[in-house]
């Protein structure tokens, strides 16, 4: 069952909740995007699962890509 609203996110308590991350490394408009750093030294991917781990019902969080370096 894949919920799409909280009402239905709430009926579910015992229901798994996991958050899937599809990297690409080869953009064509900025290559390697996710791996450069901004400003402040982060790459992009660290804003990303940075993000996914303040999510409370989020159990686990999946990288999928074909770079070890992620």
């Known amino acids: ?10 009926k579910g308590d015992n229901m798994k909740v996991i958050a899937l ?10 290559p390697g995007k996710n791996t450069k750093p901004f400003d402040n030294g982060e ?3 660290h804003y990303i699962l940075t993000t996914l781990a303040k999510v409370k ?11 070890a370096r992620i």
């Not at 990297?23 to 900025?30: D, Q």
């Not at 019902?57 to 770079?67: A, G, K, N, Q």
């Open 43 to 45: 790459p992009l991917i």
């Open 21 to 30: 991350v599809p990297v690409k490394l080869n953009n064509e408009r900025l």
């Open 57 to 67: 019902r989020c159990e686990e969080i999946y990288v999928y890509c074909s770079d």
């Open 1 to 10: 069952m894949i919920a799409t609203k909280d009402s239905e996110l709430r």
